[in-house]
């Protein structure tokens, strides 16, 4: 099993900058993708972006251009850099990590989540 820890939420203005980080509770050397969900209120959980463990990365539209994704698999951390932040980008941030059956303890785990508030 995987735990996920996100961190480095907040409130920033219209603008500014975030850098989420995702640690996880065991090597995600193996882990075959790892990325970044978010959830607006009433709203469905959208991709924000991932990333595989070959390193290829993918990004939602609405964020291409302000967001990176990458991994340290030495921290067994993953990062979400934010950018030129827009209130649309408001919500809950999860990380999420998936393992490709059938590598052992395979499936989608999920991390409890961490606020982003952008305000204008």
């Known amino acids: 099993q995987v735990q996920l820890v996100e961190s480095g939420g907040g409130l920033v203005q219209a603008g500014g900058s975030l850098r989420l980080s995702c640690a996880a509770s065991r090597s995600i050397f193996s882990i075959d993708v790892m990325g970044w969900y978010r959830q607006a209120p009433g709203k469905q959980r959208e991709l924000v972006a991932t990333?595989?463990?070959?390193?290829?990365?993918n990004c939602a539209d609405s964020v291409k251009g302000r967001f990176t994704i990458s991994r340290d698999n030495a921290e067994n951390t993953v990062y979400l850099q934010m950018n030129n932040l827009e209130p649309d980008d408001t919500g809950v941030y999860y990380c999420y990590s998936l393992i490709l059956y059938p590598r052992p303890n395979y499936g989608t785990y999920w991390g409890q989540g961490t606020q982003v508030t952008v305000s204008s």
């Open positions: 990333i595989t463990s070959s390193g290829r990365t």
